[in-house]
């Protein structure tokens, strides 16, 4: 059986102005128990994520002051998203050969989704319990 994105995903499907105060935007990643956040233009169109890594890296490393920024003056532009009917073999390699751990999903070009990388592992510990209990079966016999 093939899973697919659309199939993994945490449906997540807010987007933020890259005009937010980056507090604020902190604050809100706090609240969802995400550590990210998908940015859109003046259009609506994806233009960056922002991750608590981008914090890290480009505020506190920095000491700079969060209430005084924009998400884009620290998101990381272009986003590397999937289509729902994505196999997630392939959103897989796409995350190793990015070095992302986040990839939104979209279906007819709007935001369903976003399949992390814990995502990835938790359906590849299900699959090996799976395989495992199918194992156990067949060594009994």
């Known amino acids: 059986m093939v899973l697919y994105a659309r199939d993994v995903m945490k449906a997540y499907t807010r987007t933020f ?23 859109v233009d003046g259009s609506g169109k994806p233009s960056g994520i922002v991750t608590e890594w981008d914090y890290l890296h480009k505020v506190v490393a920095e000491q700079r002051e969060a209430s005084s920024l924009k998400l884009s003056d620290i998101m990381t532009a272009g986003v590397i998203g999937v289509e729902g009917k994505t196999p997630t073999d392939q959103v897989t390699e796409i995350m190793f050969k ?17 399949i992390t990388s814990r995502d990835i592992i938790r359906i590849f ?16 016999l």
Not at 17 to 37: H, I, R
Not at 99 to 114: A, D
């Open 17 to 39: 102005s890259e005009k937010m105060n980056a507090l604020e935007a902190a604050k809100v990643m706090m609240s969802d128990g995400v550590g990210f956040l998908i940015i």
């Open 125 to 140: 510990r299900e699959y090996m319990d799976n395989l495992s209990r199918i194992i156990s079966r067949f060594s009994s």
């Open 98 to 114: 990015h070095s992302i751990r986040r990839v939104p999903v979209f279906e007819q070009g709007k935001l369903v989704g976003v």
